[in-house]
């Protein structure tokens, strides 16, 4: 991952018609580049001009004005990519923005790819990867406690929270170096009992990193939920009713919710993607079987089931049928006793099986909705989490860094109260130091990189 000496330029606001579009140039040749396009009204040249301050002036194509509008310049490492960089605004026409795009490649800039400038900050050592994914994320909100989420996590709280246990790790392995070099003089910086009392330490602050995946899942990936049922049982209805407008087809012919639909949901603080399946039941219709078989899929990879039975009326064999299929799924199962509305009979809870709630709901006039949410979010939000103060972790990858290293500092733990010596235990404690690392960049590999990157769009 060595340092890219190239300058790029890309459109930075969205594509389409606006008030103004703003092109950057990032790079060593940037003001230079930006000087070959961008003219002020006060006739110095962006190179003469103070950084961080914004400046009207002619933007010209070749040697023909085509536009006016405001340029500012931020200088090396005092930018969001932490090389020189130029900003232009210019009026917001999808034609016109090209155009200034194009005057700046002209002038010498290269496009910048997905993602560029973000990659630039995280190899100029301006941003983590964990505040790089978290500026994708902020991007990508749909709802406040994401915003709230990412937004901590790209001013860096889980950057520091990784840090600071990198720290005791440190602490932890270098005394163990000193052991290595005099085993027999008591030179060690800390006492076994010590050494000890630093790896619980790390492992409690690693396990309530590990834990807060919890609510980081919840709240920026969502959590895969299915919704099984016999046909007619209300399913298209509930989900309507949840996303509180009209997306899934509803019918009164049975087994007509052939496809399985995503959707995501806002609940209350956390997002549901719900997978809205055909049912399962036996059936000898093709089209509809295939369905079948994908809601099976759906409830094998699902992390919540909503089970939704009628419960206005009695249990049919397809209801026992899903209750005995429901008996071997993993993940927390909430039993939905639908329609409402029509007088309840509660029939699942004679069946004998476990589930996380019984709610009784009325899809058509929202009774019981408000509980089933409670219900959700009681499932995936333990605890309240203060975002500006503790780290949160957010994706898969970070989690996989943290569970490592985790696994790390408890061999280092069992080596010593195995009756190891500290050296062995310090190379577990540096396997553990180099996985947490990987949480900010330090130790990824440019494949994964370019991967986080990707998901960028261009001009970020
Ligand atoms: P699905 O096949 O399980 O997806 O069921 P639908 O959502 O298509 O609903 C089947 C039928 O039940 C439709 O006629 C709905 O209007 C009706 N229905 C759904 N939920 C309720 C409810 O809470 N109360 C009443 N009375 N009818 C409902």
């Known amino acids: ?26 790079g060593e040749a940037a003001v230079a580049v930006a000087d070959r396009v961008f003219f002020a009204g006060n006739g110095a040249a962006l190179a003469d ?13 070749e040697d023909e004005q085509i536009d006016d509008g405001m340029a500012v310049v931020f200088r090396a490492p005092h930018s ?12 917001g026409g999808v034609f016109i923005t090209q ?20 990659k630039r900050a995280f190899l100029n050592g301006k941003l983590g990867l964990s505040q790089a994914e978290a500026v994708i994320d902020l991007i990508d909100a749909e709802n406040m406690e994401k915003v709230r989420l990412a937004g901590a996590g790209a001013r860096g709280t889980l950057k520091r929270a990784a840090e600071e246990i990198c720290l005791l790790l440190r602490d932890a392995v270098s005394s163990t170096y000193a052991y290595i070099d005099f085993p027999d003089e008591d030179l060690t910086d800390m006492t076994r009992e010590e050494l000890l009392s630093a790896i619980d330490t790390a492992d409690t602050r690693l396990c309530r990193l590990i834990d807060s995946y919890s609510l980081g899942r919840a709240v920026n990936e969502g959590i895969r939920c299915a919704i099984v049922g016999r046909p007619n049982t209300g399913k298209s209805s509930l989900l309507n009713a949840l996303m509180g407008e009209d997306r899934a087809i509803v ?7 052939r496809d399985v639909l995503e959707e995501r949901i806002n609940i209350g603080r956390m997002m549901l993607r719900v997978s809205d399946t055909a049912g399962i039941r036996e059936t000898d219709d093709v ?29 049919a064999d397809e209801d026992r049928a899903l209750l005995e299929r429901l008996a071997d799924v993993r993940c927390p199962v909430i039993a939905v006793l639908n329609k409402a509305d029509l007088g309840a009979r509660r029939f699942v809870a004679d069946t004998g099986c476990s589930f996380a709630a019984e709610i009784a709901v009325s899809a058509k006039n929202g009774e019981g909705l408000e509980q089933l949410r409670a219900s959700l979010e009681s499932l ?17 990858r970070q989690y996989a860094a943290v569970c490592a290293a985790r696994e790390h500092v408890r061999h280092a733990r069992a080596a010593l109260c195995e009756g190891f010596t500290q050296d062995i235990a310090g190379m577990d404690l540096e396997l553990a130091l180099g996985a947490l690392s990987e949480v900010d960049g330090r130790a990824v590999t440019g494949e994964v990189v370019d991967t986080i990157f990707h998901n960028f769009c261009v001009g970020k």
């Not at 089209?287 to 009695?314: K, N, P, Q, T």
């Open 251 to 257: 019918t009164e012919i049975a087994g007509t919710t």
């Open 49 to 61: 001009m103070e950084s961080n301050r914004m400046v009207w002036g002619a933007i010209r194509y």
């Open 287 to 315: 089209v509809e079987r295939l369905g079948v078989a994908r809601s099976i899929r759906a409830l094998s990879e699902a992390e919540v089931v909503l089970a939704v039975f009628d419960g206005s009326s009695e249990a």
């Open 380 to 396: 995936f939000l333990r605890g309240e989490i203060d975002y500006h103060t503790e780290g949160v972790i957010a994706n898969a």
């Open 1 to 26: 991952m060595g340092t890219d000496h190239s300058t790029v330029s890309a459109v930075s606001t969205p594509h389409g018609r606006g008030g103004i579009a703003v092109i950057r140039i990032s």
């Open 80 to 91: 969001y990519t932490g090389e020189d960089t130029v900003e232009i605004s210019c009026h």
């Open 99 to 118: 155009k200034v795009l194009e005057a700046t490649f002209l002038a010498g800039a290269q496009p910048a790819g997905p993602g560029e400038f973000t």
